[in-house]
Nanobody, 123 residues
């Protein structure tokens, strides 16, 4: 499974952004997926995850401002974020679990990772 994240960039505080994660190699439709992020000088942390049945969980810090979704026809996973804050500045990574997997907030549960896309939120 290969994952390619995109959609990052510079955005003003209060703005919105949609990150995309194109998946190839194997179908994403029966796999749990997740988004994680790593801010400068900090450890990588959980953002959002979706089970193979499309149930979702979110980190408390983004719960009211984010939506994880997937387009099964395109084999793409999305993370829509709104009301962005400077503390959302980070490299965002998409990841995938194996088939028929539940959502997870643990990085160790995801064997497949994309390369990351940088989101910078200016104040």
């Amino acid at each position: 499974v290969q994952l390619q994240a995109s959609g990052g960039g510079l955005v003003q505080a209060g703005g919105s952004l949609r990150l995309s994660c194109a998946v190839s190699g194997r179908s994403i439709n029966e796999r749990a997926v997740g988004w994680f992020r790593q801010a400068p000088g900090k450890e990588r942390e959980f953002v959002a995850s979706m089970s193979w049945m499309d149930d979702t969980i979110y980190a408390d810090s983004v719960k009211a401002r984010s939506i994880i979704s997937r387009d099964k026809g395109k084999g793409t996973v999305y993370l829509q974020m709104s009301s962005l804050k400077p503390e959302d500045t980070a490299v965002y990574y998409c990841a995938s679990r194996n088939e028929f997997s539940s959502y997870s907030d643990s990085q160790g549960d995801f064997p497949y990772w994309g390369q990351g896309t940088l989101v910078t939120v200016s104040s």
